[in-house]
């Protein structure tokens, strides 16, 4: 799975067009069950957590870095 996203400081936001509520693209959507495998995965790994349905923040750039070469 590769996912886009959109960084804000140390959270990372899964970009507009991958969301379910952008109907234009919906064959790339991300559903619920795609963000609770990620989240799942962050807590297995103690490396980030989730702070909304799209968007992951981070402790330092170290955590972020392995999250993005994980689901990027």
Not at 10 to 25: G, I, K, P, Q, T
């Amino acid at each position: 799975m590769v996912i886009k996203w959109e960084r804000r400081g140390l959270v990372l936001e899964v970009a507009r067009e991958l969301l379910e509520s952008d109907y234009s693209n919906p064959g790339l959507a991300l559903r619920e069950e795609d963000f609770v495998e990620i989240a799942n995965w962050c807590d297995e790994n103690h490396c980030g957590r989730r702070t909304a349905y799209h968007m992951f923040q981070f402790r330092n750039e170290k955590e972020m870095t392995v999250f993005l070469l994980r689901w990027s």
